[in-house]
């Protein structure tokens, strides 16, 4: 037979937790000395025991275990698994509400370290242009992010003060930002954050050259286009101060012409399959390079000095046709600094890109 401390050292429980498990039937031994009360087990109980180590690294609640050591002793293998299953949608479903809370968790911090300006609850109604707002839309629109656990990034902000509209969205790794005058507030700033499906509905709605009307009231949002008009609630999230993520310090500049560019990136060299460090996800990247004071190129796998910035090659040619531009300046700071793609003609219209740090 095995005493308690061989059973703790083989099974992988310490030995004040196989006291507990005896005391709660759970792994009883098969002999306690009635004189010292020390406890000693069936060599065949140490498959139970190992099995028991593994549920409580797994967090199963202790009537769980009881079942499952019952059904694995009886060789109820359906009531194992049934078992086992319903702990992991137990876990999965756990841990999606915990990356909800953590999400909301760094926007408060985020809210503490840089105050932002709340979104407001009161109303407006102001005139713009729909072809305007149908370019700042096109505009913004790739960056928004898809991300169910950041539902703040979940829409387009619309920042609206007397000097005009500005259009935000961002998934963390890229951020567009595009401005548009309007007519008819003169009140103090506004800002909104509108679900992409309205933002997308909206859109539709502005294919002719007559003004349309934007109309916030608390949390209802409505365009009216003609006779045409939709409507729907906003985002109950604060944006992140996106005028603080914008400050870049300046960058060497290039003149690209977009066509030619977006063929040197589809097809010049790539470093495939790299993994981004802020989610693990496997993306693509071009190394780009300014030569000769201001021409971008993008370099070979390796090739380059240590300024040269590696970015997410299809954020990037997604960035250059929201640009919507023959031509776009290209502004390219340090390895570790966002990557800016802005307008010659229009400056308060831009989009930014995180860069990937290279591993060499």
Not at 174 to 200: F, I, K, S, W
Request: glycine share 10%; net charge negative.
């Amino acid at each position: 037979m095995r005493s308690i401390g061989e059973m703790a050292r083989d099974s992988g429980l310490g030995v004040s937790a196989l006291r507990f498990y005896d005391r709660a039937g759970v792994l009883v031994p098969a002999w306690v000395d009635p004189v010292s009360g020390y406890r000693w087990y069936e060599p065949e109980q140490l498959e139970e025991a190992r099995l028991l180590a593994r549920l409580r690294r797994a967090a199963m609640p202790l009537a769980d275990i009881r079942l499952v050591l019952a059904g694995w002793s009886g060789a109820d293998t359906d009531l194992v698994r049934g078992l086992l299953q319903a702990h992991l949608r137990r876990l999965e479903a756990g841990l999606s509400d915990a990356r909800g809370e953590f999400s909301t968790l760094r926007v408060l911090l985020d809210h503490r370290e840089n105050p932002m300006t709340s979104i407001q609850t009161s109303a407006a109604r102001l005139s713009v242009s729909a072809t305007e707002l149908a370019a700042a839309l096109d505009a913004v629109r790739f960056a928004v992010s898809e991300d169910p656990e950041l539902p703040m990034l979940g829409g387009i902000l619309f920042d609206i003060e007397e000097d005009g509209l500005r259009v935000v969205a961002t998934d963390r790794y890229r951020m567009a930002v595009a401005h548009t005058g309007t007519n008819g507030h003169d009140g103090p700033r506004l800002q909104v954050v509108v679900p992409t499906p309205l933002a997308d509905a909206m859109r539709a709605l502005l294919g002719g050259a007559e003004p349309v009307r934007l109309g916030v009231d608390g949390d209802r949002v409505t365009l009216e286009a003609g006779d045409r008009e939709t409507a729907g609630q906003s985002l109950g999230h604060d944006f992140p101060d996106y005028r603080r993520l914008v400050s870049l310090s300046a960058g060497r500049r290039a003149l690209v012409d977009v066509a030619v560019f977006r063929k040197a990136l589809e097809t010049g060299p790539v470093r495939a399959g790299e993994v981004r460090e802020q989610d693990g996800v496997p993306c693509d990247l071009s190394v780009l390079g300014i030569a000769d004071g201001d021409t971008l190129t993008v370099c070979e796998d390796g090739e380059g000095d240590q300024n040269r910035i590696a970015v997410n090659r299809e954020f990037l040619l997604e960035a250059l046709a929201a640009g919507a531009r023959d031509e776009l300046i290209v502004e390219v700071g340090a390895p570790t600094a966002p990557l800016a793609i802005r307008r010659p003609d229009d400056e308060d219209t831009f989009s930014i890109l995180m860069p990937v740090r290279l591993e060499d």
